[in-house]
């Protein structure tokens, strides 16, 4: 099973779209891996993690084709997340060969009103509500919808995906809900893979902050240990980083390698 991501910065970018401060200027300067696009993953060659409006020029750098894309998980409805008007161009006269079987939406609530609000019969696309907790299966896929610590109202959603392996991909996040450790508690979830929201890196981070730092990320961590959701053998990768925090990839990796971290970049692809 392998996990491609496509942008691995939060809202704004790395470098800033708009921002003159000391770390997007030096990531502006430096450039590869300091290069942060906004969120997004691809599972496989078939699984969308996301769909903000980088999302084309993910797919022109990672040599992806889009119409070979089968399900698109959708975890909120911030911009850098889901630009709902970029699936106009699965239109007819846009896209040709296309039919509803071919590309599958799931997202919560904030997400499902955006694209409901948009969406015409011609664009070709079946769309799914999922609540929270709720399983859905597709493909050689079994997809758990978690509730998420942010942007109350929208229904976030981070996503449990059970394949060959089994993924936990949380972002957006703040501190996880605990009916979130204890779902996984019950089921006994032995997790092989997680992707952690790093948006704050060493910026200190509330129980209830919408995203997470270091210092809550080693509590997640911690807590998942305990409930063996994660073992000595799970994957841990740190993603989503805010240009107020340096996300620069060198400083990153110098704080956390030793850690047991993988630091994440666009990209950067990793066999489950
Ligand atoms: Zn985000
Ligand atoms: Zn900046
Ligand atoms: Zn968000």
New binding site residues.
């Given amino acids: 099973m392998k996990l491609t991501y496509l942008g691995t910065a939060a809202a704004e970018g790395f470098?800033?779209i708009f921002?003159n401060?000391k770390?997007?200027t030096e990531a502006r300067r430096l450039g590869g891996k300091n290069i942060r696009t906004r969120s997004q993953a691809l599972i496989n060659d078939d699984l969308l993690l996301d769909l903000p409006a980088d999302t084309y020029s993910h797919f022109l750098s990672n040599g992806i084709e889009g119409h070979k894309i089968k399900y698109l998980l959708v975890t909120h409805s911030h911009s850098d997340h889901f630009y709902p008007a970029e699936l106009e161009m699965r239109h007819n006269g846009f896209a040709h060969n296309m039919d509803t079987n071919q590309l599958k939406l799931f997202c919560g609530k904030g997400a499902f009103t955006a694209f409901e609000s948009l969406k015409r019969e011609n664009w070709n696309i079946g769309s799914n509500l999922l609540k929270p907790f709720e399983t859905v299966s597709f493909g050689n896929y079994t997809v758990t919808a978690l509730p998420a610590r942010h942007f109350i109202g929208d229904e976030p959603l981070i996503y449990l995906i059970e394949s060959e392996k089994t993924l936990l991909y949380a972002h957006d996040t703040g501190y996880f809900l605990d009916e979130v450790f204890d779902f996984l508690k019950e089921k006994s979830v032995k997790l092989d893979f997680i992707s952690l929201d790093c948006t704050c890196v060493d910026i200190p981070t509330k129980d209830e902050s919408s995203h997470m730092g270091i210092d809550n990320i080693e509590r997640v961590v911690k807590k998942l240990t305990e409930i063996e959701v994660i073992t000595n053998n799970t994957i841990k990768v740190l993603n989503h980083f805010s240009?107020n925090a340096n996300p620069l990839h060198h400083v990153l990796e110098q704080r956390v390698s030793s850690m047991g971290y993988i630091v994440s970049y666009d990209g950067f692809s990793i066999e489950i």
């Fill in positions: 470098p800033a921002c401060c770390y997007c240009h």
